[in-house]
């Protein structure tokens, strides 16, 4: 059955490779696809699937939203917290990119009590200077300052000096 399944879920997701193509869409690798094609394991396929979302991101963003969800619903399928994290927040990044703001929120508001679950304070802040980034693109610049500095407060309680400075820079930014 488990066979069965894998088979299904490789012509389901090829088929959804060549259906979802267009002239303009940036072209997945034939390593990817034969990664994707040939996982051994849950965790590597859907690994595999955030690859290909990323890599169509620029170019494809409704492409790669559809990777990414296909990721996030097996993710929480096989009841894997990191991979779902990294699924939600991927897909609100490229909501952010379509514009659909009110999407992205929900999106990073679902990968921020994933990453308090998890007690990962680190994506906790990268994904509240997501949504700092919501407000921006609203035009809401008080409500971004506010995400901003919640970030900021996260991680110098995580002492993380190298995220640090993007986030001064966000706010930074706002008033030039």
Same mark, same amino acid.
């Given at each position: 059955m488990q066979q069965l399944n894998r088979y299904l879920f490789t012509i389901l997701t090829t088929g959804f490779l060549?259906? +979802?193509? /267009?002239?303009?869409?940036?072209?997945?690798? #034939? /390593?990817? &696809? %034969?990664?994707? /094609?040939?996982?051994i394991n #849950? /965790? +590597?396929r859907i690994r595999t699937l955030l690859d290909i979302g990323q890599m169509m991101e620029a170019t494809a963003t409704e492409t790669s939203i559809a990777y990414y969800r296909q990721a996030l619903l097996s993710s929480q399928k096989i009841n894997n917290k990191h991979l779902e994290l990294s699924a939600a927040n991927n897909i609100g990044i490229a909501l952010i990119e379509s514009n659909k703001l009110d999407s992205a929120l929900v999106f990073f508001e679902a990968a921020i009590r994933v990453a308090g679950a998890l007690h #990962?304070?680190? $994506?906790?802040? $990268? &994904?509240?200077? %997501?949504?700092? %980034?919501?407000? &921006?693109? $609203?035009h809401d610049r008080a409500k971004a300052i506010a995400y901003y500095i919640k970030g900021i407060s996260i991680l110098e309680k995580c002492d993380d000096q190298i995220a640090l400075p993007a986030f001064y820079s966000n706010i930074s930014d706002l008033f030039s």
């Open positions: 060549y259906l +979802t193509q /267009s002239p303009h869409a940036q072209v997945i690798p #034939d /390593s990817l &696809i %034969n990664k994707l /094609s040939h996982s #849950d /965790s +590597t #990962d304070s680190l $994506r906790m802040a $990268r &994904i509240t200077g %997501n949504i700092g %980034n919501v407000y &921006i693109h $609203r």
